[in-house]
């Protein structure tokens, strides 16, 4: 099975926010659906190993910033790339707020929604959040980022790995999980976040 072919369906790329008292974190995700009109509800997977997808289990309550075309990968890297439990994401960024104390992004996205948990389904690897639209704000008129896009564009292509080094193992650049073996199969996809080879990087002896 060629997992590359998922890259084609048409996913947005998002910021959440959220916050829970005094905790405030982000992370991106690609995966988000309107589900209802009325009321208006859409549905949002989270990693449940991100300390995003647990402030949002404490406080219900999260943001949705749609990234645009004008995103740079170190912005999508900082909040998709390292943890909140292990750094403050938010140190020395101004993010605007919304009427929930929540931050979202202020730059690089065209549209935000402050939504309201109703709904949670455990999925294994990603929580995925049924939520209440309870305000919508429009930031630009950028074209919003694609999945696609975001594959072609924004991310790096893969480095060429040196041939005088000999690899002993496999980094996911996600979540941190390390893959023992020095070949990773084509297919695999990270236990922990569900990633697939494009997102590891190789450890060398």
């Not at 589900?35 to 190993?49: C, E, F, Q, S, W």
């Not at 909140?84 to 101004?94: A, H, P, Q, S, W």
Request: charged share 25%; glycine share 8%.
């Amino acid at each position: 099975m060629d997992k590359k072919a998922l890259y084609n369906l048409s996913y947005g790329v998002f910021m959440v926010g959220t916050r829970s008292g005094d905790k405030k974190n982000g992370c991106i995700t690609n995966t988000c659906i309107q589900v209802t009109n009325d009321p208006l509800k859409v549905a949002a997977a989270v990693i449940n190993a991100n300390y995003t997808a647990e402030l949002i289990k404490e406080s219900g309550r999260f943001t949705l910033s749609m990234l645009d075309k004008s995103v740079s990968f170190d912005t999508i890297k900082h909040f998709g790339f390292q943890s909140g439990r292990n750094v403050n994401k938010l140190e020395g960024l101004t993010l605007p707020e919304d009427d929930n104390g929540i931050p979202y992004m202020g730059w690089s996205a065209c549209a935000m929604l402050s939504l309201k948990v109703t709904d949670s389904i455990d999925l294994g690897s990603h929580t995925l959040f049924i939520a209440e639209v309870t305000d919508a704000k429009v930031l630009s008129d950028k074209a919003p980022l694609t999945y696609a896009d975001y594959q072609n564009d924004v991310k790096p292509k893969p480095a060429q790995v040196s041939t005088d080094k000999k690899i002993k193992g496999w980094k996911c650049k996600i979540c941190g999980y390390v893959y023992e073996g020095s070949e990773l199969p084509k297919d695999y996809l990270c236990p922990i976040c569900g990633h697939g080879p494009d997102d590891f990087e190789p450890i060398y002896e």
